[in-house]
């Protein structure tokens, strides 16, 4: 069955520095694969969609790539600060419906 | 900047009891979701609504459940009658097709007592 797997370990890092959060899926072609940020007892938030045939895709100060290879995203927060703070959530579609697998998120602390 | 809402922001109820949880999706958007995440899991697909029906729905959106788009701005989710299992925050999410970025309500926590 599809698998979507990302670091259920906090990540901790100190302000100004680059957080990297991977996505793994495995039994998966995806045509696109999208980031949503989750604060504690909220909704998620859309960050960045990337499409399959998109090696990288920019915004602001995040950055993600799709490596349909790999089966892997990567995703990238610049310059952190403690506002980035937050559960970052991969997610993936599941047939044509729109219907979003997700996976567990990984928690992001950026320390000042 | 348009987004999507729901009320109430928490709904505490007695198992067996029925529950309606309401969205105003986004006003020009097509596609309607509703997700549910337990305390502490990954956000989970409950059920995806198009053009007036259903066009999927996960299995455990079984016969207790159902949707409705009454009118042309609320999207409705029911729970004939909750279990303890359905508590848990429900989100609604909104989208112009079914192959981009969704926008996710604000959630509403159900709690079955």
């Known amino acids: 069955s599809q698998k979507i797997e990302q670091n259920s370990e906090a990540l901790n890092i100190q302000e100004g520095k680059t957080a990297t959060l991977t996505c793994n899926y495995t039994?998966?072609?995806?045509?696109?694969l999208q980031w949503y940020r989750q604060d504690p007892g909220r909704g998620p938030v859309f960050l960045l969609l990337?499409?399959?045939?998109?090696k990288e895709k920019r915004k602001e100060r995040l950055k993600v790539t799709f490596d349909t290879t790999l089966k892997q995203s990567l995703f990238h927060i610049t310059a952190s600060q403690p506002a980035d703070s937050a559960t970052y959530l991969c997610a993936l579609p599941a047939g044509n419906t729109g219907k979003l697998i997700f996976g567990q998120g990984t928690t992001l602390q950026v320390k000042p | 900047e348009p987004e999507v809402t729901q009320t109430p922001s928490h709904q505490v109820t007695q198992m067996g009891q029925e529950v309606i949880l309401r969205c105003v999706p986004i006003s020009n958007h097509l596609y309607f979701y509703w997700y549910r995440q337990i305390l502490g899991q990954k956000v989970e697909f409950l059920v995806s609504f198009y053009n007036n029906e259903i066009s999927e729905k996960s299995e455990i959106f079984d016969d207790q459940f159902s949707v409705e788009r009454p009118d042309g701005s609320n999207f409705t989710l029911k729970i004939r009658s909750t279990k303890l299992e359905d508590s848990a925050m429900y989100f609604c999410a909104s989208g112009k097709s079914s192959y981009n970025e969704q926008f996710f309500g604000p959630g509403t926590r159900l709690t079955v007592l």
């Open positions: 990337i499409r399959e045939n998109e």
């Open positions: 039994n998966y072609s995806p045509a696109y």
